[in-house]
């Protein structure tokens, strides 16, 4: 069955660098896009960027100058690194599958706190 | 960027009882291939988000009959008929018609009387 399952640090000091790592299965990065979506506690979710099937990325204008996606196909696993975190970076972040009408699964998610 | 606004934020219900969730967005979502790509989804506490309603009145597999979506453009509905314990959380609508920006709503949250 698809699955997504996120991981990394929990704990990230102000100014530095988020990695995170989504590792997929039951489907192939090659025929499926995924994003990584992020939403502070309490608040909705926002879209971050994107790894298209076809090794292409997109990115939340947002976003784009702290933000790079990439992927390794042959582990099935797609990675995450913002820099220059803040404390508003905090919550929790989502990989997703993305298809034509929109996101139909999501991974667990992992808490990401931004603090010193 | 689209906008999507959700009202009301809280809703309270009884079980039973049918509600509503209105979601409106800053542009229409009506893409050039005719299909308007706006999702419901449901987070339930502790738990990540799930798919309830794609392309605005589609049922996603395994999701009850009592939810229901309808609407064009800017302006669109999630319908609860008979709303049931289980039920309750945040629905937000998103769309992806914009891609590649998703954009989320802000999120209505449902509590059981």
């Known amino acids: 069955q698809v699955q997504l399952k996120e991981s990394g640090p929990g704990l990230v000091q102000p100014s530095e660098t988020l990695s995170l790592t989504c590792t997929v299965s039951g489907f192939s990065l090659t025929s499926y896009s995924v994003s990584w979506v992020r939403q502070p506690s309490g608040k909705g979710p926002e879209w971050m960027g994107r790894?298209?099937?076809?090794?292409?990325?997109a990115y939340n204008s947002a976003l784009k100058s702290r933000l790079s996606i990439s992927r390794d196909t042959s582990k099935n696993q797609v990675f995450l690194k913002m820099n220059s975190l803040q404390t508003d970076d905090t919550g929790t972040y989502y990989c997703?599958?993305?298809?034509?009408?929109?996101?139909?699964?999501w991974g667990q998610g992992v808490m990401v706190t931004v603090s010193s | 960027d689209v906008v999507l606004t959700q009202t009301p934020p809280t809703l309270s219900a009884t079980i039973g009882q049918s509600v509503s969730i209105s979601c409106r967005s800053s542009q229409s979502l009506l893409d050039s291939d005719g299909d308007t790509y706006l999702n419901w989804l449901l987070q339930r506490p502790g738990q990540s988000p799930q798919l309830l309603i794609y392309?605005?009145?589609n049922l996603e597999s395994g999701v009850p009959n009592r939810f229901s979506g309808s609407g064009s453009e800017t302006d669109f509905t999630l319908k609860i008929s008979g709303v049931e314990a289980e039920d309750l959380g945040v629905y937000y609508c998103?769309?992806?018609?914009?891609?590649?920006?998703?954009?989320f709503g802000s999120g209505t949250k449902l509590e059981i009387k």
């Open positions: 790894m298209w099937y076809d090794g292409d990325t």
């Open positions: 997703t599958r993305d298809y034509t009408m929109g996101i139909d699964y």
């Open positions: 998103m769309q992806a018609t914009h891609a590649p920006l998703f954009t």
């Open positions: 392309s605005v009145s």
